[in-house]
């Protein structure tokens, strides 16, 4: 015979979810576990602000594509990847002029969000340089 798992009642139900917020407060005030929970306008807010990031980057490696082959095509004596540096330089710091004008914290900026702007730049320069050139 098979035994069948007994859910809880409505009633043991509210006590264990009451028991499960206890010992999640009860965690984060020893510094064990501490999450903060979003509210909508937060969410809403950080989602237009990754959009205007992902805009920006890919504008900025749009126009560096467009310069790059402007000023050394497909014939060039310097190396790509000299360029390519060259320009993850100057979108880093273009980038850190342009957010704090539209409004957008640098200064939360952890090493994660640098590198997914700059992978950006980067990324479009290289496939806008090479569409250009064929």
């Known amino acids: 015979m098979k035994k069948e798992a007994r859910q809880p009642s409505g009633k ?3 006590i264990t979810t009451q028991a499960a917020s206890e010992v999640k407060q009860e965690k984060s ?3 064990i576990l501490s999450v903060k929970q979003r509210t909508p306008e937060e969410k809403r807010k950080a989602h237009m602000q990754g959009i205007i990031k992902t805009a920006v980057a890919s504008i900025l490696g749009v126009v560096a ?7 050394y095509g497909m014939g060039t004596e310097t190396k790509w990847y000299a360029v390519l540096t060259i320009i993850a330089v100057l979108a880093y710091y273009a980038q ?3 957010y704090p004008a539209i ?3 640098t200064k939360e900026f952890g090493f994660k969000d640098w590198f997914y702007v700059e992978f950006l730049v980067v990324d479009f320069c290289l496939v806008t340089w090479t569409l ?3």
Do not use: Y
């Open 96 to 98: 850190r002029l342009i």
């Open 132 to 134: 250009l050139l064929n």
């Open 12 to 14: 043991n139900k509210q």
């Open 65 to 71: 594509g467009i310069l790059a082959n402007m000023q």
């Open 103 to 105: 409004k957008i914290n």
């Open 29 to 31: 005030a020893k510094g």
